[in-house]
C-alpha cells in the first residue's frame, strides 16, 4: 500500500487533540444527597481508584480515535500497487531474414502460432508482452491482458529481410522486467544457444537445409570479365547446378560441388564478355530459404555518363576525358553545332556557348573574354610567366573533391587569364595568388571555370593530370546511386540530375511482389527494406527518361543456416520491481475507507446514546 499525498497524515494531530480533551474535561455533576456520609465515602473511593483508570476502559474514546485515525488516512489518499502475476510472460520473436525459411509454412509463422498457444495458457488477470526483433526491436504487445487483442496485433506482424538486434529487443524487455521481476522471458528463434542464462529460448530452425549465393562479382582481365560466384551448401552436402545470364542471355552454366557446411567457388572465365550491363546467377535447389538463390549484379564500370566536347580540336583534355571509365564523350568541333540539352556534362574549351546548359554540369577551359559576363565571370586578360599553383586552402566539398591527391606545387603554368569578377565562385586553385580553377554549385547545377590552357602547363606530362580530370568528374558528375548492391537497412540516397521532373522507384522483389513509389521533391532518400531488384527512372523536363539499377540483399549472415550460438544477452533487472516511478496497475480504496468510517460512526453515536 502507497500514500498518493503523505502530508494527509499530519490529520493524526486530531488524536492527541481528543486525548486531551478528555484528560481536563470535568467528569463531575452536581448531586442532591441525603447525608454528607455519602459524600464522604465518594471521596474515599474517588482517591483509591488508579489513575487514568478511565482512559483504559473508555471504549467510546477508542472508537473516536478510530474515526480520527481513518480520517487522516483517508487524507493521505492511499492506493494499493497490484503485484503482477507470476503468469506474467514475454515473448521475443525474432523476425530475421532467416525465419522466412520453412516448407510450406516458415519458421516465422510457426513461431507465431506457438506464441499465440502460450498466450493462450495464461489467466485473465496475466500481462503478456511480444517484441518484435526485426533490424529495430519494438514492442507489438506490451503488458496486455486482452487475448483477442494479442492475436490480432501477433498476426498483423510480418517478417523482415535483414538481420534481428536482439540486444535491443533484451533491453525492451527489461523494461517490463522493472515492473514485473519474475515475469517468464522467451525467445522464438532459429538459432540454438548453450547458455540461455533465464531466458527459455525456442528453437524453431528444423534442421533445414539451404543452398545460398554468398557472393558474385565480375573482374576485367585482359579486356574480358571474369565472373566469379561464391556458393554455400548448409545441412548437407550438395551437388548444385548454377546458371549464368548475361544481359537477357544464357550461358554454359556450372555445378557448385559443396561440402556439408562449407563453401565453393564456382568460375566463368571463357565467356568472352567484353562489356556486359546485367549479370545473374540462380542455384537449381529445393532449398528451404529462396531468397538467397539468386543475384544480380550489375556493372559498376560501364559508361553512364554522356559528356559534349566543343572544341577546335581534341588535345590531351579530351583524351583524358575520353580515357575516365564513367564518361561516354561527343567531340562537337563547331560551337553553332553543340546543343544545350541531353548531356551530363558539357565542356568548352576555347569557346563560350551563347546560353547556359540546364540540363547538366558546364566546364568552361580557357574561356574567351567575349561572352563570359554572359554567364557570371570576367575575364581582364592573360598574364605570362614561370608560375606555381597552389591550393586556396578552402574546405568545401568542391576544394576537397577536385583536390584529392593533387599536388598543387608541382604544377607550373606559363600563362593564365586573370579574372576581375566571379560572383558565386569559390576559388579551388591559384596562380600568383588569382583564381585559376573555380567552382559553383547553383541548386544542384555545377559549374567549373579553368582559367588556363592545358598546353600553357605541364599536366600532360604529369600523373596528376588524369587524376585532376577524374576528381573534377566526380565532383560534376554525380551517380544515381553509389553503388549497384545494398545490403536490407542501409539508408540509399537518390542523386538526382538537374532539372528533374519526378522520380519513380521501383522495386521486383525477391518473393515476386512490386511496388513503385514516385518522388517528386528532392532530393529522395529511402531506407531499403526487402530485397530484390530495383529500378530508378528519373524523368527530366525535357521530357527525356534515364534509367539506373541496383540490388538489395539480406546480410550474409541470414543464409547461414544450423547456427549455434555460445551465449546469449539476457535481460538484467536493475530495481526491486517497487519503485514509485514504476507504472503498475493501482486500486484506490476509498470506497472501503468510506464504509469503515460509517461504521464507525454509527458505533460511536451508540455509545453517546448509551451513556447519556
Known amino acids: 500500500m502507497k500514500l498518493l499525498l503523505p502530508l494527509g497524515l499530519i490529520g493524526l494531530v486530531s488524536v492527541l487533540a481528543l486525548i486531551l480533551i478528555y484528560i481536563f474535561k470535568p467528569k463531575y ?78 519458421r516465422f509463422e510457426r513461431a507465431k502460432k506457438q506464441i499465440a498457444s502460450l498466450a493462450d495458457g495464461t489467466v485473465d488477470a496475466d500481462r503478456f508482452s511480444i517484441i518484435l526483433a526485426a533490424d529495430e526491436a519494438s514492442f507489438l504487445i506490451r503488458r496486455s491482458d486482452s487475448a483477442a487483442y494479442i492475436k490480432q496485433k501477433l498476426f498483423e506482424a510480418e517478417c523482415g529481410y535483414g538481420a534481428s538486434d536482439l540486444d535491443e529487443a533484451m533491453e525492451l524487455a527489461e523494461g517490463v522486467l522493472e515492473e514485473n521481476p519474475s515475469a517468464e522471458v522467451y525467445l522464438f528463434t532459429d538459432k540454438e544457444y548453450l547458455d540461455s542464462g533465464p531466458v527459455k529460448v525456442v528453437d524453431l530452425s528444423d534442421k533445414e537445409w539451404n543452398a545460398a549465393v554468398l557472393d558474385f562479382r565480375a573482374e576485367l582481365v585482359k579486356g574480358k570479365y571474369v565472373f566469379t560466384a561464391e556458393i554455400a551448401s548448409y545441412g548437407k552436402a550438395a551437388e548444385i547446378p548454377v546458371s549464368i545470364e548475361i544481359d537477357g542471355k544464357e550461358r554454359l552454366g556450372r555445378l557448385a560441388d559443396c561440402a556439408k557446411d562449407g563453401t565453393c567457388k564456382v568460375v566463368w572465365d571463357s565467356l568472352d564478355v567484353y562489356d556486359y550491363t546485367r549479370a545473374e546467377i540462380a542455384l537449381s535447389a529445393e532449398d528451404r530459404f529462396g531468397y538467397d538463390n539468386t543475384f544480380v549484379l550489375f556493372n559498376d564500370q560501364k559508361a553512364n555518363f554522356r559528356v559534349q566536347f566543343v572544341s577546335a580540336d581534341t588535345g590531351f583534355l579530351y583524351w583524358a576525358l575520353s580515357s575516365v571509365p564513367s564518361c561516354n564523350v561527343t567531340l562537337v568541333t563547331e560551337i553553332d553545332k553543340a546543343v544545350g540539352s541531353g548531356f551530363d556534362l558539357y565542356v568548352y574549351n576555347s569557346v563560350l556557348p551563347a546560353e547556359m546548359p540546364q540540363d547538366g554540369a558546364v566546364w568552361f577551359v580557357d574561356p574567351p573574354a567575349d561572352l563570359a559576363s554572359v554567364h557570371g565571370f570576367r575575364i581582364g586578360g592573360e598574364r605570362e610567366g614561370d608560375y606555381v599553383l597552389a591550393g586556396s586552402g578552402g574546405t568545401s566539398e568542391a576544394c576537397r573533391t577536385i583536390t584529392r591527391g593533387i599536388w598543387p606545387s608541382s604544377i607550373t603554368l606559363s600563362k593564365y587569364s586573370y579574372l576581375t569578377a566571379y560572383t558565386g565562385y569559390e576559388s579551388v586553385l591559384t596562380c600568383d595568388g588569382s583564381p585559376v580553377l573555380l567552382a559553383k554549385n547553383e541548386n544542384g547545377l ?167
Open 29 to 106: 455533576q452536581d448531586r442532591k444527597v441525603s447525608s454528607t456520609y455519602v459524600w464522604k465515602l465518594s471521596l474515599q473511593y474517588q482517591k483509591r481508584k488508579v489513575p487514568m483508570q478511565w482512559l483504559q476502559n473508555s471504549l467510546l474514546l477508542l472508537i473516536q480515535i478510530l474515526i480520527l485515525a481513518l480520517i487522516a488516512f483517508t487524507m493521505a489518499e492511499p492506493y494499493i500497487v497490484l503485484a503482477s502475476k507470476n503468469g506474467e510472460k514475454i515473448a521475443i520473436l525474432d523476425a530475421s531474414a532467416s525465419m522466412m525459411a520453412g516448407d510450406g509454412e516458415s
Open 446 to 612: 555545377k559549374t567549373l571555370i579553368l582559367a588556363f590552357n592545358i598546353h600553357w602547363s605541364n599536366l600532360p606530362v604529369l600523373t596528376d593530370f588524369p587524376r585532376l580530370i577524374g576528381n573534377m568528374c566526380s565532383y560534376s558528375l554525380s551517380p544515381t546511386v553509389e553503388k549497384n548492391a545494398y545490403l536490407v537497412g542501409e539508408e540509399i540516397g537518390i542523386h538526382t540530375k538537374p532539372n528533374v521532373r519526378s522520380v519513380s522507384v521501383k522495386g521486383v522483389f525477391t518473393d515476386g511482389g512490386e511496388s513503385e513509389e514516385i518522388y517528386t521533391s528532392f532530393p529522395v532518400s529511402f531506407p531499403s527494406s526487402r530485397t530484390g531488384v530495383y529500378t530508378v527512372t528519373q524523368t527530366l523536363l525535357s521530357g527525356e527518361v534515364v534509367t539506373d539499377y541496383f540490388t538489395v540483399r539480406s546480410p550474409q549472415a541470414e543464409s547461414v543456416f544450423g547456427v549455434v550460438e555460445t551465449t546469449l544477452t539476457v535481460p538484467i533487472v536493475s530495481g526491486s520491481g517497487t519503485d514509485a516511478s514504476v507504472a503498475r496497475d493501482t486500486v484506490d480504496i476509498y470506497v472501503y475507507l468510506a464504509a469503515a468510517l460509517l461504521v464507525l460512526l454509527c458505533i460511536e453515536w451508540g455509545l453517546q446514546y448509551r451513556e447519556q
